[in-house]
């Protein structure tokens, strides 16, 4: 009998051995995809003379601030390009059809809002499959993908090769999300960073004390300025 318990607990601390050994190396290996789509990332070369800006927005979709933003780029006559959580699409269909009506770009940014090196191969599968078919079966095909934080695993890099999905990161952010930010601060984060091409990464969902709705009421002061000094406005199919 107590031979048994020994080899048992042997066995125990071998497969717990071997499954850390496992869940760092997926840990390390997301780590290392990330950094590596963040050294080369392409957006470093977009010109600095160029006078273009690519508004995209994370986190949505939004019941009360969504249309809000889609508002004020109808108004402006902008297309933008919206990398949404696939889990907010029931219930905001309509809201989801405008978009695509309106001419907006939309992308995938995951079901949740879970960080790709934390998640374990087959939930990103999963959750990957599920949020294709939700918007296959709105009639829409995703060809843009962007993950939460901009945090790239290896197999979050896979998928998006299997199923030709191009990543887009950004080179400008302001923390728009952050509870103690005002419209004010992000007015002049914007202004003081947009220079020559820019991506634009900003939220129109999640965030703290009604963040996005700052969002677009900065946007509201500098779409205007930036059309004074002659940016013109993109989505992010025509990133090279």
Known sequence: MVNIMVILMIWLYRGL????????????SGVITTLITRFFNPLKKLS????????????????HFT????????????????????????G??????????EGHIIGLHGYHHDN????????????????????????????????????????GYILNKVYNMKPIFWNVIVQDWKKDTTPEILIEKLMRKVQGTAVICMHDGRGKNDAPLKTIKALETCIPKWK????????????N
């Open 92 to 101: 905001n269909e309509d809201i989801l059809h405008r978009m695509k009506n």
């Open 17 to 28: 051995v071997g499954l850390s050994i496992l869940l760092i190396m997926i840990w390390t």
């Open 228 to 239: 004074e000094e002659g940016y013109r406005f993109e989505t992010v199919e025509k990133i």
């Open 116 to 155: 790709q090196i934390l998640q374990l191969p087959h939930m990103l599968i999963r959750d990957t499959k599920k949020s294709l078919k939700l918007f296959e079966k709105q009639g829409i095909t995703v060809h843009h993908s962007r993950a939460p934080w901009g945090h790239l695993s290896l197999v």
């Open 67 to 90: 249309p809000k933003l889609l508002d004020l780029l109808k108004k402006e006559n902008i297309q933008a390009s919206f990398f949404m959580l696939t889990s907010t699409i029931n």
């Open 48 to 63: 600095k003379e160029e006078k273009v800006i690519y508004l995209t927005f994370d986190d949505g979709m939004n019941t």
